[in-house]
């Protein structure tokens, strides 16, 4: 079963910094990949996607993501983060299952930006 | 605008009573789904719907029902609500073909059974 592995719940940094967050997949064939973003009381919001082609894609709200194969990781990137990205932030993986195409979600990662 | 709606927002009920928090949207959109987000296990999806009178469990559909009558809505019934369903409730819709990947969610229910 296709499985996304966030492993890192909570992180901290200041404004301005540059940001990572860290997505591992399992699956076989490559899958299409998601970021999506939960700002506070809100419903999730796709932030980037990768079906195929360039595996540096380009999102919303400045942020960046890279689909590397032989790591099975697809992880976000910011180079400046503003006090507004304070967000929890999910990787999800879709592929075709039974003539469905379903989404799976990580866990999730909380970022917390300080000043 | 295009938007996913649901209703109600916050709900607190006891255990038993039956209820129902309804979900539309107004994007034509063919794909339906309901999650549940807790803590530290993201969202798991509960139902999904491919169109009309199309409905298939998820990952955690025990305790729950789901109907497709009408394109845009697409309501999740508990029947005897316990508090192991206290929670985070999202809808999301989605087109049909490759996009339905990219989910539109609705702005969440959050869900208190005492």
């Known amino acids: 079963a296709q499985s996304v592995t966030q492993p890192d719940i909570h992180i901290t940094v200041s404004e301005g910094a540059s940001l990572e967050l860290r997505c591992n997949y399992s699956y076989g064939a490559t899958p299409y990949l998601f970021w999506y973003v939960q700002s506070p009381g809100q419903g999730l919001q796709l932030l980037l996607k990768?079906?195929?082609?360039?595996?540096l894609v380009q999102g919303i709200k400045g942020f960046e993501a890279e689909f590397k194969r032989s790591q099975s990781s697809f992880n976000l990137r910011k180079p400046s983060v503003h006090w507004s990205d304070a967000a929890e932030y999910f990787c999800a993986v879709g592929l075709n299952s039974g003539g469905y195409q379903k989404v799976t979600f990580g866990t999730g990662t909380k970022l917390q930006v300080i000043p | 605008e295009a938007q996913v709606t649901q209703n109600p927002r916050y709900l607190i009920t006891v255990t038993g009573k039956k209820l129902t928090v309804t979900c539309s949207q107004n994007?034509?959109?063919?794909?339906m789904s309901w999650y549940r987000q807790d803590p530290g296990l993201g969202l798991r999806q509960i139902y999904y719907s491919m169109n009309v009178e199309v409905t298939d469990k998820g990952d955690v559909p025990e305790g729950y029902k789901v109907s497709r009558k009408e394109k845009r809505n697409f309501p999740l019934i508990l029947e005897s609500p316990s508090p192991n369903q206290t929670s985070l409730y999202f809808c999301?819709?989605?087109?049909?073909?490759?996009?339905?990947?990219?989910?539109?969610f609705g702005p969440g229910t959050r869900l208190t059974v005492t």
């Open positions: 999301a819709s989605s087109p049909s073909g490759r996009s339905t990947y990219e989910q539109y």
């Open positions: 990768y079906f195929s082609g360039d595996t």
């Open positions: 994007m034509n959109h063919e794909y």
